[in-house]
């Protein structure tokens, strides 16, 4: 009987889809990161308030908070704009989006794997690791359903990779890619650079392996489409292209050479261990497979390894290490081309058991959050759920007195917003972070003089608690009153665990506080 339901071709793609909807329904997880109101908040306020900006970015962005949104490409918005107008603008909303946007990724990805004829061992052992993306709150989710789509197009459009296709829709499934590829730019600038050069390897190695032609016209539009956008933005809407600009020179993704750290290099390995494996071993299992250099695993395969390396290794020494979260949604893909070849490169030969062993540990670990969020995340959820939580964020901002400022996470955001007498600030960005200054937050604070600070566990530990111990250290400036209503605690909250297992637990905490001088003593 085991055997038989292994051997159904996406049986782990199902299974993997009904624990987010089981955790969703029964937990309200993955609770939005505390970057996801950056970019849902003009969607947001918009729906609400007849006006696309966001707010809560006022103290760093006064372009895209105070006149039109712009800090990052627009087609994200408008899909969540369709569904939040009929959805509504809550948090539950916003994170059923982004589900149903994971199974629309997970259709494409299992559309690949037939195109290719991957067998149903190793398409099975490649949608385990799905577990490894756990985290659903900004437009990358909409932008790898759309890289992965022009993916899918660009292999029907190859005869090195799809026999089965029609030959006369061979053109148009190449223009297809095109457009796909061009719209998930729109999406994610990184994210689309990403899928661009996975797929103009997949049309170099057919051209070099399989004797095809190049579609030249179609690889110069992919890459002049964009350009000519930017330049459409850049000098026919001059505002846009400032308030891009201003986010840009925020948080800029190239960050100069530099050497990683021990803690960027340990999240390359939690998050794609299989990429770097597969690249250690692609000889190896080639080898043993006696695949020849045609076959349309391994051209995938080397497209897949080769786009993911240069993504990881711009993302240790020049880029934001951020970044390596991008090859995470191919590393299925990865897997299922490396196990097809391990098989003989037609699925005759049983997958070797050291290589079935080798995916099950890789997806233990790449499943680290996922277990601790099903666990430890349905405990926090037992002690404060979504909507015990909202209430008490409602009870504490009813408190305070009308049209004050309140430093708020993003999870709670989505509720905050709907307030008209409170100036709501994002608690990442109560001023433009500083490099040089280490107490930047604090003097922040200061400045602002907000009323409350209404922070998930996350963003309390991770930035805000050092700020509220040194604002006690001067009662002079301040009282302080800090309720966190948690009592199971979260990940977050323990040092040791808080980079693995984070976003887990809606419990608030609540910090009023009464200043008493205008100015902070050093």
């Given at each position: 009987?085991?055997?038989?339901?292994?051997?159904?071709?996406?049986?782990?793609?199902?299974?993997?889809?009904?624990?987010?909807?089981?955790?969703?329904?029964?937990?309200?997880?993955?609770?939005?990161?505390?970057?996801?109101?950056?970019?849902?908040?003009?969607?947001?306020?918009?729906?609400?308030?007849?006006?696309?900006?966001?707010?809560?970015?006022?103290?760093?962005?006064?372009?895209?908070?105070?006149?039109?949104?712009?800090?990052?490409?627009?087609?994200?918005?408008?899909?969540?704009?369709?569904?939040?107008?009929?959805?509504?603008?809550?948090?539950?909303?916003?994170?059923?989006?982004?589900?149903?946007?994971?199974?629309?990724?997970?259709?494409?990805?299992?559309?690949?794997?037939?195109?290719?004829?991957?067998?149903?061992?190793?398409?099975?052992?490649?949608?385990?690791?799905?577990?490894?993306?756990?985290?659903?709150?900004?437009?990358?989710?909409?932008?790898?359903?759309?890289?992965?789509?022009?993916?899918?197009?660009?292999?029907?459009?190859?005869?090195?990779?799809?026999?089965?296709?029609?030959?006369?829709?061979?053109?148009?499934?190449?223009?297809?890619?095109?457009?796909?590829?061009?719209?998930?730019?729109?999406?994610?600038?990184?994210?689309?650079?990403?899928?661009?050069?996975?797929?103009?390897?997949?049309?170099?190695?057919?051209?070099?392996?399989?004797?095809?032609?190049?579609?030249?016209?179609?690889?110069?539009?992919?890459?002049?489409?964009?350009?000519?956008?930017?330049?459409?933005?850049?000098?026919?809407?001059?505002?846009?292209?400032?308030?891009?600009?201003?986010?840009?020179?925020?948080?800029?993704?190239?960050?100069?050479?530099?050497?990683?750290?021990?803690?960027?290099?340990?999240?390359?390995?939690?998050?794609?261990?299989?990429?770097?494996?597969?690249?250690?071993?692609?000889?190896?299992?080639?080898?043993?497979?006696?695949?020849?250099?045609?076959?349309?695993?391994?051209?995938?395969?080397?497209?897949?390894?080769?786009?993911?390396?240069?993504?990881?290794?711009?993302?240790?020494?020049?880029?934001?290490?951020?970044?390596?979260?991008?090859?995470?949604?191919?590393?299925?893909?990865?897997?299922?081309s490396f196990l097809a070849i391990a098989t003989g490169g037609n699925g005759e030969k049983k997958l070797p058991r050291p290589a079935v062993a080798c995916s099950l540990?890789?997806?233990?670990?790449?499943?680290?959050?996922?277990?601790?969020?099903?666990?430890?995340?349905?405990?926090?959820?037992?002690?404060?759920?979504?909507?015990?939580?909202?209430?008490?964020?409602?009870?504490?901002?009813?408190a305070i007195l009308p049209h004050s400022k309140a430093v708020v996470s993003s999870a709670f955001?989505?509720?905050?917003?709907?307030?008209?007498?409170?100036?709501?600030?994002?608690?990442?960005?109560?001023?433009?972070?500083?490099?040089?200054?280490?107490?930047?937050?604090?003097?922040?604070?200061?400045?602002?003089?907000?009323?409350?600070?209404?922070?998930?566990?996350?963003?309390?530990?991770?930035?805000?608690?050092?700020?509220?111990?040194?604002?006690?250290?001067?009662?002079?400036?301040?009282?302080?009153?800090?309720?966190?209503?948690?009592?199971?605690?979260?990940?977050?909250?323990?040092?040791?665990?808080?980079?693995?297992?984070?976003?887990?637990?809606?419990?608030?905490?609540?910090?009023?506080?009464?200043?008493?001088?205008?100015?902070?003593?050093?």
């Open positions: 009987m085991i055997k038989r339901v292994a051997g159904i071709s996406g049986i782990t793609f199902a299974l993997v889809l009904v624990w987010k909807v089981a955790l969703l329904v029964f937990t309200a997880q993955p609770i939005p990161a505390n970057d996801s109101f950056f970019y849902d908040g003009a969607v947001v306020n918009e729906l609400l308030h007849d006006n696309y900006v966001n707010p809560s970015l006022v103290n760093v962005l006064p372009i895209s908070a105070n006149e039109v949104y712009c800090a990052y490409p627009p087609l994200y918005h408008l899909a969540l704009f369709g569904w939040m107008k009929v959805s509504g603008t809550s948090a539950l909303s916003q994170m059923w989006f982004h589900v149903l946007l994971f199974g629309m990724f997970e259709l494409v990805l299992l559309g690949i794997f037939r195109r290719l004829k991957i067998p149903a061992a190793c398409v099975n052992l490649a949608g385990l690791f799905l577990f490894s993306i756990t985290f659903h709150d900004r437009p990358d989710s909409l932008a790898h359903v759309l890289g992965m789509a022009a993916v899918y197009a660009a292999i029907c459009s190859r005869r090195s990779l799809d026999e089965s296709a029609v030959e006369s829709n061979r053109a148009r499934w190449t223009w297809i890619a095109v457009g796909l590829n061009v719209l998930t730019l729109c999406t994610s600038l990184q994210i689309g650079g990403f899928y661009l050069v996975l797929i103009c390897l997949l049309h170099g190695l057919c051209r070099a392996r399989g004797g095809e032609a190049l579609p030249k016209l179609a690889i110069i539009a992919t890459w002049l489409i964009p350009v000519g956008l930017v330049c459409a933005v850049m000098f026919g809407t001059p505002l846009l292209w400032a308030g891009f600009k201003e986010h840009a020179q925020l948080t800029p993704t190239f960050l100069g050479l530099h050497v990683p750290s021990g803690s960027d290099i340990l999240k390359v390995i939690r998050t794609v261990p299989a990429i770097l494996l597969a690249a250690v071993c692609i000889r190896w299992v080639k080898g043993q497979g006696g695949v020849k250099l045609s076959n349309p695993f391994l051209l995938v395969l080397v497209a897949g390894i080769a786009s993911s390396l240069a993504v990881l290794a711009g993302a240790m020494t020049l880029l934001t290490a951020n970044l390596v979260a991008i090859p995470n949604y191919a590393q299925p893909l990865v897997v299922g540990a890789l997806t233990l670990l790449v499943s680290v959050r996922a277990i601790g969020m099903t666990t430890w995340g349905a405990l926090c959820s037992r002690d404060v759920g979504y909507a015990s939580a909202l209430s008490e964020v409602n009870k504490s901002l009813d955001l989505y509720e905050v917003a709907q307030r008209e007498n409170l100036h709501w600030i994002h608690s990442d960005w109560p001023s433009p972070p500083s490099s040089t200054n280490p107490d930047w937050v604090r003097d922040a604070l200061v400045k602002m003089k907000p009323a409350a600070l209404v922070l998930t566990q996350f963003d309390y530990y991770r930035r805000y608690e050092p700020v509220i111990i040194a604002l006690r250290n001067q009662p002079a400036i301040a009282a302080v009153t800090v309720r966190n209503f948690a009592k199971t605690p979260a990940p977050d909250s323990i040092p040791s665990v808080q980079k693995v297992v984070q976003h887990i637990s809606w419990a608030p905490v609540v910090v009023e506080l009464s200043w008493k001088q205008p100015a902070l003593t050093k």
